[in-house]
C-alpha cells in the first residue's frame, strides 16, 4: 500500500491516462490480488463487459468506479473529490479467489483502509487516515500539517480494504502532487521519500 513510482505502478498510470483515446475504457482490477496475472479472470470480465453494455449497447449503467479529479487543502486536512463516485464511497474487500462473489461491503470500516498518504513541502510521504464524507474523502496525518500532495493504493491493493463506489467498482490508485499527477520522470529523483524509510543506494 506505500506509495510507489515503480514500473507497475506507471504502467497503471499509463492505462488511466489512454482513457482519452476514442472508444476505450478501463476496467480497474487494482483490489485483485496477482500483479497482471490474476488467477481470478471471472470478476475482470464482468467488470470490462460494463463498458459493452453502456457505450455499445447504451445500457442505463455504472461502468467505472472511482477516478481522482482533484483536491484542495483545508488546514491540515486535503480532500479529494472523485469522478464517477455518484451516490458516495464505500469501504470493501475483495472476496480472493472466490470467483463469482463481488466485493464485500465493510460498514463502519474506514479506519480500516490504510492505502492513503499524504506529502509537505518536504515531498515526504506518510501514512494518512481518511474519513468519508460522501462523494469526498478528507485525508490527514498528525505528521502533515500543510499537505501538498496525496497518493492513494499505488504500490497495490490486493484484498485489503479499500475503496469502492456504489456500484461496487474499485478507487483507482493515483498519486499527484500540487494537484498534478506524479510520474518518475518528473519527481525529484526519480524516487519517492517514505517517513521512516532508508532508500537501499544500490537500488536507484
Partial sequence: G?????????????????????HTGMACQIDIQGA???????LPGKRLALHALKNQYGKNI???????????VKGDKLIVTFDFADGGIQVGQAMGDNL???????ANSEDKVKLFYLAGEDKVWHPATMKIEGEKIV???????APRGVAYGTGGVGFQPSLYNKALLPLAPFITYNNKLVTSK???GGTLKVAGETIDPSSV
Wanted: charged content about 30%; overall charge neutral; hydrophobic content about 35%.
Fill in 186 to 188: 518528473d519527481w525529484p
Fill in 36 to 42: 497482471i496475472h490474476y488467477r481470478n479472470k471471472t
Fill in 100 to 106: 463469482l462473489d463481488a466485493p464485500a461491503v465493510l
Fill in 2 to 22: 506505500k506509495p510507489s513510482l515503480d514500473t507497475t505502478a506507471e504502467m497503471r498510470r499509463g492505462t488511466l491516462l489512454a482513457r482519452d483515446i476514442p
Fill in 139 to 145: 485525508v490527514s496525518s498528525p505528521d502533515v500539517k
Fill in 62 to 72: 455504472v461502468a467505472d468506479g472511482p477516478m481522482f479529479k482533484s483536491y484542495e
